[in-house]
């Protein structure tokens, strides 16, 4: 029992951790008509998702890329998945109107990579369009979305006059049910892509949220961004250094936080361990080790802090893995003489 126990408990721990990377609270107000009968379960309902999308275009706001008209109605059509952490500041029911204020943790770094499209690589030959979408197991909206998600990831082309040949699309999702204490709801997903004369390419993720809708579309989001991280990897990267790398946890963290939250990074991979034990990540993407390294002195990871980054040539970063900053505390009181 305990293993069933224990295990959910570090989940919880896990999930929690990984939502404090780079946080932020995000209040926002909807309201619903409350008409003489009606059933005010399904108004707050409403108020709920008015709120929760005002959050996220509160959240929008803070960003500092331009956004797209097309970025921001997907951003806005996603809130479910952004918003799935809140809690009710307030709710207020006058008779004729519910009014529901909300507060929401929102990953700004990882919104506002989600809501960046890809850079192209110089160079880079035409991309196919989307010739056809199946879906097994998923809503039915996620299959149009995928096409949206691959278009932003630089794996199909936005516009089918410019493409070059096709490819076609299988998705699958799969509901894990209600994970016991977090209760919150988990899904799986697998994006498939073919074209003629290759190989298939499958990308697989998993995701968890208070609301089911939202952690499966979580999931499709998570494996399309894995399946186009794994197509537009660059041959070259940046190696960044890490000295200090252990406990192995903290290190998976930073390689997350990075992967998540650095916009223009693609991939992020252990590319090898030097001999004095300093980790060595390879990081993919459009980024000079300048502007990578001006990023990571911002990134927040949970349990740990980057200390001493610095530029060391053009693909080389050296960084130190330190513990998570506390507050100040006095000093010690000296001992006194015997």
Do not use: H, N
């Not at 697998?190 to 579309?217: H, I, K, N």
């Amino acid at each position: 029992m305990c293993r069933f126990l224990c295990w959910g408990v570090a989940l919880s721990l896990a999930w929690a951790s990984l939502g404090e990377a780079a946080a932020a609270p995000f209040t926002g107000k909807g309201s619903a008509p409350l008409a003489e009968g009606s059933d005010r379960a399904a108004a707050r309902k409403t108020a709920l998702e008015r709120a929760r999308r005002a959050a996220i275009e509160a959240a929008l706001a803070e960003l500092s890329a331009p956004l797209t008209p097309a970025a921001r109605a997907q951003a806005l059509t996603t809130a479910a998945a952004w918003t799935s952490s809140y809690r009710v500041l307030s709710q207020l029911d006058d008779g004729a109107t519910l009014t529901v204020e909300i507060a929401a943790e929102i990953d700004l770094g990882r919104l506002e990579k989600a809501v960046t499209p890809a850079a192209a690589p110089q160079g880079a030959r035409a991309l196919p369009r989307l010739a056809a979408v199946s879906s097994e197991g998923c809503a039915g909206e996620l299959a149009g979305e995928l096409g949206r998600l691959l278009a932003a990831r630089g794996v199909i082309a936005a516009d089918d006059a410019a493409a070059a040949g096709s490819i076609e699309a299988s998705l699958r999702c799969e509901a894990l049910g209600q994970v016991s204490p977090t209760r919150a709801f988990g899904a799986a997903a697998t994006v498939t892509l073919r074209m003629a004369g290759s190989p298939p390419l499958r990308g697989e993720a998993r995701a968890f949220s208070g609301d089911p809708a939202a952690a499966e579309r979580e999931a499709v989001a998570r494996a399309s961004a894995g399946l186009a991280d794994s197509l537009q990897a660059e041959e070259e990267g940046i190696v960044v250094r890490v000295a200090a790398p252990w406990p192995a946890a903290r290190l998976r963290r930073l390689e997350r936080a990075i992967a998540a939250s650095v916009v223009g990074v693609r991939a992020v991979s252990v590319a090898g361990i030097a001999a004095d034990g300093a980790v060595l990540l390879r990081v993919e993407g459009s980024l000079a080790a300048a502007a990578l390294a001006s990023k990571l002195e911002g990134l927040a990871t949970p349990g740990a802090r980057l200390e001493r980054v610095s530029v060391r040539g053009e693909r080389l970063i050296e960084v130190a893995l330190g513990p998570a900053s506390t507050s100040p505390s006095a000093p010690p009181t000296p001992a006194e003489p015997r």
